[in-house]
């Protein structure tokens, strides 16, 4: 069975550009789920889709950051435009359903850095 | 709010010598905790979930135990591919998502 799949995988852009991330999640996983990993820290939820609803969008900076999940499959998050403190791993995990306590799995991330 | 601490931050250990890492957690009424491992450059890598006081599991030589305040994941004669950052991350059982709420890890190291 193929994992969760991110691109890119590394992003080096300078602060004020703007960028986009792309995450395709485990065939059949409902719910899907963007993380961000500060270097040294553990990841921190920014938004959880249920389908291509938003259940919760809480931790998310929506000044400069958003997220879509047009067709209930992949996702994108867009940063716009980007800040130094934004530099960090981007993370996309799925899991099976939303009810319940289901284990999440996560991709490989994209290493973003901003100069 | 919920919260996560793991202890220690950082532990070397030498190729069979056994030891235990912590994770302390407070929550609103707990839903699961899970660990996860995370090499460099990679995703996390779920490991275990743990649902109620004095549930255990095992994987190979990895053992996690659960209490009503803290878990304990026992690692037994590690090997050198034990080496990665362990995370633990708790799920409240209120409100409509799955948040994992996460520490900000234990990097272990083992050498030969």
């Known amino acids: 069975e193929a994992g969760v799949a991110q691109s890119p995988r590394y992003k080096i852009i300078e602060k004020r550009q703007s960028v986009a991330f792309w995450c395709n999640p485990i065939s059949g996983h409902a719910t899907l789920y963007w993380y961000q990993q500060i270097l040294g820290q553990g990841p921190k939820l920014l938004i959880q889709f249920q389908n291509n609803g938003v259940v919760d969008d809480s931790q998310l900076p929506k000044d400069r950051f958003s997220a879509e999940r047009l067709k209930g499959v992949d996702s994108t998050l867009k940063i716009q435009p980007a800040k130094l403190e934004d530099s960090a791993v981007y993370l996309c995990?799925?899991?099976?359903?939303?009810?319940?306590?289901?284990?999440?799995?996560f991709g490989p991330g994209t290493r973003l850095t901003v100069t | 709010e919920d919260q996560v601490t793991q202890s220690p931050e950082a532990l070397r250990l030498q190729e069979g010598e056994s030891s235990s890492l912590n994770c302390s957690y407070t929550?609103?009424?707990?839903?699961?905790l899970f660990w996860y491992r995370q090499d460099p450059g990679k995703g996390p890598e779920f490991l275990f979930t743990?649902?109620?006081a004095g549930e255990e599991k095992e994987k190979e030589r990895l053992k996690a135990t659960l209490t009503k305040k803290e878990s304990f994941l026992h690692i037994t004669a590690p090997k050198p591919e034990d080496s990665a950052t362990y995370l633990c991350?708790?799920?409240?059982?209120?409100?409509?998502?799955?948040?994992?709420?996460f520490g900000t890890g234990t990097q272990l190291k083992v050498e030969l």
């Open positions: 995990a799925s899991s099976l359903r939303l009810a319940g306590s289901y284990e999440q799995y």
């Open positions: 929550v609103s009424g707990l839903r699961g």
């Open positions: 743990l649902y109620s």
């Open positions: 991350a708790v799920q409240a059982a209120e409100g409509g998502g799955n948040k994992l709420t």
